[in-house]
């Protein structure tokens, strides 16, 4: 029973996914729906496959903008996490301003970015930035935050000092929290970069969208959509493999008995 189920569980993603695009099919097929205000599953594969080569192109841009706006959003999301989650006086002082700073649309820096640095990468990158750091932060905090009072009485009657219990303790308890972050803040590193790439850039996914639109290409339009989900559920899973690796000790096993 545990191994059927264990089977239904792995299959299950693929079946709904499959479903969903039949149902998708048979609607746009059985209404006649024009390809420019629905296209089919079908007429995406065809454009798809016929556009392979420039949505290739753009999907390694958009892929790297944001790689590289992500890698930032972990490095600065960790220091100010570690900063905000040590010190109740930093949390105090930094916490109305992250949660106000996170509350502003991302769309709207992209202006401000592209009068800094110009179209093209750079403010891709940022904004993909902008939008994915803040998760990292709050979960890197929270793991520190909420080290219990009993366990941090019996470290200090043992000796360790503050930093031993936050590096040695506090780092290895957040870690749950850390990869949690890590995989909702990488979806929104896509956010950043597409939304970049359609007000700012002549490459990547966003950009390619925006030129298909403009010239009713609408399979096309949804080529780039499903590209963008796909690699943005691979990068999921990829975090999701490096935090059952990393941090399956945090986790109960769904098939143990009990």
Not at 98 to 123: C, E, M, R
Not at 202 to 230: K, R
Not at 232 to 239: A, K, P
Request: include cysteine.
């Amino acid at each position: 029973m545990a191994v059927k189920q264990s089977t239904l569980i792995k299959v299950a993603p693929w079946a709904l996914t499959i479903t969903l695009f039949l149902v998708w099919e048979i609607i746009c097929t059985g209404l006649k729906i024009p390809d420019y205000l629905m296209p089919a599953p079908s007429a995406i594969w065809v454009a798809g496959v016929e556009y392979a080569s420039p949505i290739m192109m753009h999907a390694t841009q958009t892929l790297f903008t944001t790689l590289a706006g992500f890698a930032l959003a972990v490095v600065v999301g960790m220091v100010l996490g570690l900063a905000v989650g040590a010190s109740p006086l930093v949390y105090k002082a930094t916490y109305p301003l992250l949660v106000g700073f996170n509350s502003i649309p991302k769309v709207a820096f992209v202006p401000v970015l592209v009068v800094w640095f110009g179209i093209g990468t750079v403010p891709a990158i940022l904004t993909a930035f902008l939008i994915s750091f803040f998760p990292v932060v709050v979960n890197v905090a929270t793991g520190l935050a909420t080290l219990e009072p009993e366990l941090e009485d019996v470290l200090r009657s043992l000796g360790a000092k503050r930093w031993d219990i936050m590096i040695k303790v506090g780092l290895p308890r957040s870690l749950p929290y850390f990869f949690a972050s890590l995989k909702v803040a990488i979806t929104l590193a896509f956010v950043g970069s597409v939304i970049s790439e359609t007000v700012a850039s002549n490459l990547g996914i966003g950009y390619l969208m925006m030129s298909a639109s403009s010239s009713m290409n609408m399979p096309l339009v949804f080529a780039g959509l499903i590209v963008i989900g796909v690699m943005g559920v691979v990068m999921y899973e990829l975090f999701a493999v490096l935090e059952n690796h990393l941090t399956g000790w945090a986790h109960r096993n769904p098939n143990a008995p009990g």
